[in-house]
């Protein structure tokens, strides 16, 4: 919005001229979302408490935990508030890659809230069934990944698949793209909510996710920059740095009331939503195989479970005292804020390492 009243009067005031830099609505964007949340939050948590929007603990999961039963949840609605009002402030309104980045991010975050608001209203940790869940899931997927090639305006979006560190290897995927599309969008989404099990765990992790896709965004959408990199050039893509950016302070504003311990839980409208944000700028800025490292600790807590499950139904007998991994050094032993910071740590590494892959191709 900014961009658009703002940047045409710079033939009037030269200074309005910073409006078309993507970096300096980046750094807009983050400075809003985190004030927005730390303005807004205090107000909203008290709302929360209000409403007796409490959080229901699983009855399996660690007893420690227990202690954590009736603090505020669906706090994701604060964490897409302080992402979709920076996002629009900011942004350049005209690009379809932001609008989609928000739509799907919107669409996943509608689908955690309807789990959580059944939670709530059944006073017991159940709301949607796994099968519902992951329906909806893929139906919002399957339609980002059918629009894609369709988007007007902008140069035409190929339906193909790049591969880090061989810069000459190119997959046409055709008409296994949609189903690509919705295992990376339902893969992270759920990889995002099976990590949120420890206050600013997930958070975190999300923050230091954002941050390197804002990265990836801009390189993508510069065509001198991924040139020189040989990354994919994807024209309009650079737009998403500012969403990403926005991503990144509305984590950092949640990440204040949700650290240990925490004030207020994300719920699935938020997990939900942020992996599947995640999962649509990884597509959009194709660099959806460097998710996995991007996200490494996701993919590290969502194997566990797959593990877990497989073992102890192949074999009937678990490989981790508890999945997600996270519980699993809870019972170990570990004080959760060690889990927690050691965890942020794994991230941040995980993403160093996918930042290195721009290089060595």
């Known amino acids: 919005m900014l961009y658009h009243l703002l940047y045409p009067l710079s033939d009037q005031f030269a200074p309005f001229n910073v409006f078309r830099y993507i970096t300096f609505r980046t750094a807009g964007a983050v400075a809003t979302a985190v004030l927005l949340a730390l303005l807004c939050g205090p107000a909203f948590i008290r709302t929360l408490r209000r409403l007796s929007v ?28 302080t992402l979709v009002v920076p996002t629009l402030l900011w942004a350049n309104l005209a690009n379809v890659y932001v609008w989609l980045a928000v739509g799907v991010t919107l669409a996943f975050g509608a689908i955690g809230f309807l789990d959580d608001f059944l939670k709530v209203r059944r006073g017991r940790n159940l709301g949607l069934t796994a099968r519902g869940k992951f329906l909806a899931q893929v139906g919002v997927a399957a339609l980002a990944g059918a629009l894609l090639p369709q988007l007007p305006g902008g140069a035409p979006f190929s339906p193909t698949l790049a591969f880090p560190f061989l810069k000459d290897l190119v997959i046409d995927l055709g008409l296994l793209y949609v189903p690509f599309v919705v295992f990376v969008l339902v893969g992270s989404s759920n ?59 509305a984590s950092v ?32 800025a194709k660099q959806e195989l460097v998710l996995a490292l991007v996200g490494g600790l996701f993919v590290l807590e969502a194997l566990s479970v797959i593990l877990q499950v497989a073992s102890f139904k192949l074999r009937g007998k678990r490989i981790f005292r508890m999945a997600p991994l996270h519980h699993h050094f809870e019972l170990g032993g570990w004080a959760e804020p060690k889990i927690i910071v050691r965890f942020w740590i794994l991230s941040g590494l995980f993403a160093l390492l996918s930042l290195s892959t721009l290089k060595l191709r």
């Open 253 to 284: 504003g949640f990440l204040w009331f949700n650290s240990h311990p925490a004030e207020v839980f994300m719920g699935d409208v938020g997990s939900l939503a942020l992996g599947g944000g995640i999962g649509i700028v990884a597509v959009i």
């Open 191 to 249: 990889a995002v909510n099976l990590t949120d099990g420890l206050d600013g765990l997930a958070i975190g992790a999300t923050l230091i996710a954002a941050g390197t896709y804002a990265v990836f965004t801009y390189v993508a959408g510069n065509r001198v920059v991924a040139s020189y990199l040989q990354v994919p050039y994807v024209a309009g893509a650079g737009e998403l740095t500012v969403f990403c950016g926005a991503l990144v302070g």
């Open 54 to 81: 409490g959080q229901n603990i699983r009855e399996v999961g660690p007893q420690s935990h227990q202690v954590k039963a009736g603090t505020p949840t669906m706090g994701g609605l604060l964490i897409l508030f």
